[in-house]
């Protein structure tokens, strides 16, 4: 692994399992517990822990190197864990089916892309780009907007999908690019 940047050096492989991927692993029950609980503060809670999850372990890997398994893991358990945390909100009534899809745009056409690369059996990893951070941050506020009864929720969830539009763009134009 290269010191500076963590990426593997040529020729180098890249090992199936590390450290961090634990705790990318463990967002996959902390979306349980999103459905589970019914406490606003408790999944407020698990928001943050979420978040800071994603935070450290996406630091630590680039300090140590990368694994197989994060770099699918990750993406998964961040998708998993947005899926859930909106099933919560579309049972609460609060956003439209049409406005928790738009929020979730840019997760699902990342499943079909993603799907599209195994069936092909051609993998294409792109790196995280700036609008698919901000959707990320958009999600996560408009959760919090959710359990706080925000007068912000629908604006919240329109611009989320507006920036998930965006960043399908910024994705497939990265994508195709020779």
């Not at 899926?83 to 929020?103: N, R, Y």
């Not at 499943?111 to 959707?135: E, H, N």
Request: aromatic share 8%; no cysteine.
């Amino acid at each position: 692994m290269s010191q500076a940047t963590g990426a593997p050096i040529a020729g180098q492989a890249v090992p199936l399992f590390k450290a961090p991927d634990i705790v990318t692993g463990l967002r996959i029950p902390l979306a349980a517990g999103f459905l589970a609980f019914e406490s606003a503060s408790v999944r407020l809670g698990i928001i943050l822990v979420v978040a800071a999850s994603d935070v450290a372990d996406g630091i630590w890997a680039r300090r140590i190197g990368g694994s197989r398994a994060g770099a699918v893991l990750d993406p998964v358990a961040d998708k998993l864990f947005m899926l859930a945390a909106f099933v919560v909100v579309l049972q609460g009534g609060v956003l439209s089916l049409v406005e928790v899809a738009g929020v979730l745009i840019r997760d699902l056409t990342a499943l079909v892309a993603f799907l599209t690369t195994v069936v092909r059996r051609k993998a294409t990893a792109l790196p995280a780009r700036a609008g698919g951070k901000a959707v990320t941050i958009l999600q996560g506020l408009t959760l919090v907007a959710f359990l706080a009864g925000s007068d912000l929720l629908r604006p919240l969830a329109w611009a989320t999908g507006a920036v998930s539009v965006y960043a399908i763009y910024d994705y497939t134009r990265e994508a195709w690019r020779p």
